[in-house]
Structures are given as C-alpha cells and as structure tokens.
C-alpha cells in the first residue's frame, strides 16, 4: 500500500500538472524542431554531397573513360539542384554557428581524436537538453515534488540543487575515502519522522583521475543516499562493508543473511538495533522492487544506499505528468525510509 493516495494527490494537483504538461509539450517541441531535425537534415545532407561530388562523379569519368581518354583531373561537371544548394547554406550560416554557440571550444575537439570527438558531440545535444528542460525541471519539483512530501509529512522539505555532503557519506563506511574522491547530487529532502532526523538525496560517487591535459572521470556508485538519525546514542558500527569489520555475523533470518552480508565487531549491538520486523522490511523491499541496497549503522546514524542507473526526481520527457509510475518508485523508496524509522523507534 502507498503512503500517499495517489488518485486523490493528482486530483488535487490537477491544474498544476495540465500547466506543466503544457509546458513539457511545448519543450519537447522546440527541443525537435531545434536539435532533433537540423540533425537529421545534416545526415541526408552529408550523403547527398557525398553522392553528388565524390561517388557520382567517378562513376562517370569510368564510364566515359571506356573508350574515352579524358584528361587528367577533369571530371564530369554535374548540376546540384538548388533545394541541395539551400541546404547547405543553412548548415555553414545557421545551424553550425547554433551549435558553435552552445559549445565554443567544439573546432578544439576534432584534435581529440574520433572517440573523444563523438562523445562530446553527445555532450552537445545533452547540454542543449539541459538548457531547454532545466527551469520545467525545476517547475515540477517546486510544485509536484513538494505537494508530495507535504502529504507524507508535513516537515519534509526539498531543496532541489542541494545533496548530501561527502563528509555525511563518508561517516557511513559504505566506501573507504581514498575510493573516491567527488562527489555530485541534487534533491535534498529533510526533515523529522516521528521526532527522529531524516536526511536523503541522489548522489553520484566519481573517483577522478587527473592528467597534464585531460583526466578521466570513473563513475563508482549512483542512486539514493539516505540518513536516519537512531532513538538514542549508540557506539558501535556494523553494515554490509568490509571497511567497517572483517567479522561476518548472522542475524536472526536466513532470507535476510543471504541478501544482506552484514560485518561487525559487537554481535549483540547489531542483534538489538536491528529487530525482525526491520529485517523482514528490508528483505520484503528487495522482493518487491528486485533491488538490492547497503547499509550501514555507525554511532547514532542509520545509513541507506539504494543503487540506481538514472536520476529519479526528472519529470518525464515523453510521459504524461499523470502517469501514476512516475511516483510509485519513488514513493516506494520513501515508504522503506519511513518504516525503518518506525521499526527502530520500536528496537
């Protein structure tokens, strides 16, 4: 069961979804008519030239060649139609310097060789992408992402360029800190559930390998980062990382051993902070989304590692904004936050 009545929160958001539904169709449609088709008119463009100078052409100076001595480097002379013509004037007057404009160094690129050419060229299109959808982006985490939080808990607040810090992550031991060294995210919630502090935001975990003139950026872990403070203070530290402990311990359910490996010098902390019915949660959270998650438990904080493979707060490109999918997921993952905060209050 959710813990948000989803036909009653988007019967009551209505009027804010059909405006922001507007608004993404008007983008998606700017987004087409800008980047999607000059793209696509540059493609048959360059196979037009290609036929039109180079393989026809030759195909000619062969054929006339049987029986014919031309001279050499005269080839046959072939009539471009004018609408060719136009097209071309449009690509070296209008769309090259469009994209010239969004990224200036692109002439620098071609020295970077093929893969590092293409590559960029993808950035060119994504950075286009963002400029077009960045203020819609913020629009619907403004009015769609907060209604949410306010119907779950009224104390929940999203602070949608905010994330959670490197030195919170780094307190959890999920990665030791000579693993990575940045770290980048975006929508921050925060706020109280039932009197205890909870804190969660995407983040991404790069480890970035710096040279003379260019470094490389090696993605290491990407999802949702959550924090919840425990009812009282404890010192101890156990999860599923071997930074924290070699010592692999059993807890009292054999589905949740076999999901979750967890390690820990003090056996009995574990066992009392850790209850059955929050085992039986976390084992009930894999079977029913297929995704397995870290965790660790380090002085008074109960940290929550969901790994995923793409952002979760965008609104859809493609999707109607009343697409109920759009929020189970999502709402999902805060429902095993809020329950793990009940169970440990019970502990």
Partial sequence: MSIINLDLFLAETEEDLLLLNKERKWILLKTILLCILPAIICLFSGVFVLFAYIINPITLFWKNGQGTHLPVGHLPQINIPWTAELVHIFIILIYIPILMGVLPPLPILLFKGSLGFFSNIISIFVSIKKSFWGDYNLDFKRVVIQKILSCINP??????????????????????????????????????????????????????????????????????????????HTKTAFGTSTNISDNKILLDNTEFNELFPVYAENTTEAFYILPSNLLERMVNFVRKTGRKFDFSVVDDKFYIAIPYNRELLEPPIFKSLFDYSIYEEYLTDLELAIGIVEDLKLA
Avoid: A
């Fill in 155 to 232: 104390t929940l607040t999203h602070f949608p360029l905010s994330q959670i810090s490197e030195r919170e992550f780094s307190y959890s031991y999920l990665l030791h800190s000579s693993e990575f060294n940045n770290i980048t995210g975006d929508d921050l919630i925060e706020g109280k559930i039932d009197n205890s502090s909870v804190k969660l935001s995407e983040i991404e975990i790069n480890y970035i390998d710096k040279g003379k003139e260019y470094y490389d950026v090696y993605k290491l872990w990407q999802g949702l980062f959550i924090i919840i403070d425990l009812p009282r």
